[in-house]
């Protein structure tokens, strides 16, 4: 297990008290992996095996906004601004500057935040089940296990451009994580 920190399964109903404010905080997740991927890509384009799997990445990360999208649409709920994810914010804040800590880093703070995000859609996934939504539950259930594999992608870049660093940096990164992902209050929000 990546995550040294579970989240509780009452989470998800807090999180469902709003799905209008939840879904645009999702979609506006899905944006900002679309965009990190991109930046990524811009920042380490000397990097071959790397941009072509980022790119990928934001293909797929692209075609989740695009779900998101219609799913606000379908429903009726208006698009709003994003209002900052104070979780991706705090984990951003752990990234070392200088290379090459700064692209181990960006990796491994990515990971974290896709191993969270797996997590968390899942029990979306399944409370929307419970409620009858089976419609939302299909589409957490499917973004949960993407959120899985890109998960797995930036733990295996990491690994690559680190092979000795690359596990002990993320045991501290992911201590932190858990304090951090604990420190924030249950809301209509993924984090
Ligand atoms: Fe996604
Ligand atoms: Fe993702």
């Known amino acids: 297990m990546f995550l040294l920190s ?6 998800a109903d807090a999180a469902r008290t709003d799905l209008g404010a939840l879904l645009v905080d999702h979609l ?10 991109l930046q990524l890509v811009r ?8 941009v072509e799997a980022l790119a990928r990445l934001a293909h797929e990360e692209t075609a ?13 709920l208006p698009m709003r601004h994003d209002v900052g994810n104070r979780y991706a914010q705090l984990l951003r804040a752990e990234v070392r500057p200088g290379e090459p800590a700064r692209l181990l880093d960006s990796l491994l703070t990515s990971a974290f935040i896709e191993a969270r995000s797996h997590e968390r859609l899942l029990l979306l996934g ?20 993407a959120e899985e594999r890109h998960f797995e992608l930036f733990l295996e870049l990491a690994r690559e451009v680190a092979p000795a660093e690359a596990d002990a ?3 501290e990164l992911g201590a932190r994580e858990a304090e951090i992902i604990a420190s924030l209050p249950h809301g209509p929000r993924i984090h």
């Open 6 to 11: 579970s989240t509780v399964p009452a989470w």
């Open 126 to 145: 399944r409370a929307f089940a419970a409620a009858g939504d089976h419609d939302a539950a299909g589409i957490y259930a499917a973004l949960a296990s």
């Open 28 to 37: 506006h997740c899905e944006r900002k992996a679309v965009e990190n991927a």
């Open 64 to 76: 989740h906004l695009v779900r998101m999208s219609a799913l606000l649409e379908e429903r009726g």
């Open 169 to 171: 940096r993320a045991a």
């Open 43 to 50: 920042r380490y384009a000397d990097r071959a095996g790397m």
